[in-house]
């Protein structure tokens, strides 16, 4: 099963986090925020992924920090995943002035508070990013199936 990771940089220490809107891609025509992230490499854990990730697509190298959740996710048409999602860690302005995008890939960049989550992006993400804050919160790490908690973490 295929590997996804989500590195969370925010701009804030509370629930600002970073969105990104994608350049193209199929998949993409609706007009909604994802946050940095993509596939596991061969060889590669999630963490190195998650910085390798956050190089391509924004061109810095923050200190990514814990792991925050991770999210079961079926798919018919892609094939079931594990995303993972860490904490990208608090972007001081010095890194923020140092984000070149990936033009390919990445067409714009903003921080928005989590609770602008549900009009920025797809409901799934939304609640994957939702609960990862709630554990960043709380000092712990959340299981999830398709974005939402799985009976045994409610």
Known sequence: MPGRVRPCPADRKTTEFIAVRAARSARRQLDYREIPGGY???????????????????GIEPEIGRLLAVDWAPSPSEGDKVLYIFDGGVLTPELQGQIRLQSAEIRSHNFHP??????????RLARRVEAAVQARNAGDVVYLEHGKKAPHEV
């Open 114 to 123: 989590a609770s602008a989550l549900a009009d920025l992006t797809i409901p």
């Open 40 to 58: 596991v490499e061969t060889g590669e854990s999630p963490r190195q992924a998650s910085i390798r990730e956050v190089r391509e697509e924004l």
